[in-house]
C-alpha cells in the first residue's frame, strides 16, 4: 500500500458510536492494518453487503473483522473500540468502528478503512503510523449508537419483485448480533426462515404478495431473543429502498 495518501482527509470524522462505561470489559490483544482507498472511505463492496451504507456509516469509520469477529455474517454491523498500543504515536481513546467487511491479514482480526486508521493516531503521527503498515492494537466490544437513526430494512440491489426479495438490516444498534430472520406468510399463517445468503443479507425465493412482515432473532446481554417488525416492507417493494422502522436494540 502506498503512504502517500492525502490524511487530511482521513481525519476528519463524527463519532455516532459511544463507549458505554456501565459495561466495561478486558481489552484483547490483536493486530490491525488498513486498506488502501483514494477517498479514505469504506468500500460498497464489502462481504456484509451493505453497500453504499457500508462505505459511509460511522463517518468512514468502519473496518473489515476477522473470521472469528466476522461469524459468517452475524458478526455484520458490530461495533468496537480499537486502540494501537504504541503510547508515542496513538490516542488513548482510538477509534470506534462499525464491521462492515470481512478480511485478514498479517495475523490481524482488523483491516481499517484509511479514516478509521489513522483516528487510532495522535494529531501530527497519522503518516508515521501509515507507514508502519500493520500495528500492535487492543480492543473490545461496545454498543453501537445511531443518534437519530431507527433500524431499517433494505430491500437489496439484487431483488427482484415480486418473486425475489432479499433484505438487510441497517442501523443495527447496541451490542446486538442478527441471527436469523423469518418472513410471515399470511395465506399459511406462519413463519418462514429466510437463507443468510452472504453477510448481512436475508432472502426468500417465496416473499408474500402483501406488506411483508419480518422478525429476526437477536443476540444480545440479555440473551436470544426474536424481535417483529410488522408490515415493515410495503407490498409494493423496490430494489435499493432502505424502509424506515420504530425500533431501536439496545
Known amino acids: 500500500?502506498?503512504?502517500?495518501?492525502?490524511?487530511?482527509?482521513?481525519?476528519?470524522?463524527?463519532?455516532?458510536?459511544?463507549?458505554?462505561?456501565?459495561?466495561?470489559?478486558?481489552?484483547v490483544k490483536s493486530r490491525a492494518t488498513y486498506y488502501g482507498s483514494p477517498d479514505c472511505l469504506g468500500t460498497p463492496r464489502g462481504a456484509c453487503g451493505y453497500g453504499e451504507?457500508?462505505?459511509?456509516?460511522?463517518?468512514?469509520?468502519?473496518?473489515?473483522?476477522?473470521?472469528?469477529?466476522?461469524k459468517n455474517g452475524s458478526g455484520c454491523g458490530t461495533c468496537y473500540q480499537v486502540r494501537c498500543t504504541n503510547p508515542q504515536l496513538c490516542?488513548?481513546?482510538?477509534?470506534?468502528?462499525?464491521?462492515?467487511?470481512?478480511g485478514e491479514g498479517d495475523n490481524t482480526d482488523f483491516i481499517l478503512s484509511p479514516r478509521a486508521?489513522?483516528?487510532?493516531?495522535?494529531?501530527?503521527?497519522?503518516?508515521?503510523?501509515?507507514?508502519?503498515?500493520?500495528?500492535?492494537?487492543?480492543?473490545?466490544?461496545?454498543?453501537?449508537?445511531y443518534g437519530g437513526y431507527k433500524m431499517q430494512f433494505k430491500v437489496h440491489e439484487h431483488s427482484k419483485y415480486p418473486n425475489y426479495l432479499a433484505i438487510v438490516i441497517l442501523y443495527q444498534a447496541g451490542q446486538t448480533e442478527i441471527l436469523a430472520a423469518d418472513v410471515w406468510q399470511a395465506d399459511c399463517k406462519e413463519w418462514i426462515g429466510m437463507r443468510r445468503a452472504y453477510g448481512a443479507v436475508f432472502d426468500t425465493?417465496?416473499?408474500?404478495s402483501g406488506a411483508v412482515t419480518l422478525r429476526f432473532q437477536v443476540q444480545g446481554r440479555a440473551g436470544v431473543y426474536w424481535v417483529q417488525a410488522s408490515n415493515v416492507i410495503p407490498?409494493?417493494?423496490?430494489a435499493g429502498v432502505a424502509y424506515e422502522s420504530d425500533i431501536e436494540l439496545e
Request: charged share 20%; with cysteine; glycine share 6%.
Open 91 to 102: 490516542t488513548e481513546n482510538g477509534v470506534n468502528i462499525v464491521v462492515t467487511d470481512y
Open 205 to 208: 425465493t417465496y416473499p408474500p
Open 235 to 238: 407490498s409494493d417493494w423496490k
Open 53 to 70: 451504507f457500508g462505505r459511509t456509516v460511522n463517518d468512514a469509520n468502519v473496518a473489515g473483522a476477522s473470521y472469528r469477529l466476522y
Open 117 to 145: 486508521y489513522s483516528r487510532m493516531a495522535q494529531s501530527d503521527k497519522a503518516g508515521e503510523l501509515f507507514a508502519y503498515g500493520v500495528v500492535e492494537v487492543e480492543y473490545q466490544r461496545i454498543p453501537c449508537r
Open 1 to 27: 500500500m502506498g503512504f502517500s495518501l492525502k490524511f487530511h482527509c482521513c481525519l476528519m470524522s463524527v463519532w455516532v458510536l459511544l463507549p458505554t462505561l456501565c459495561y466495561a470489559q478486558d481489552y
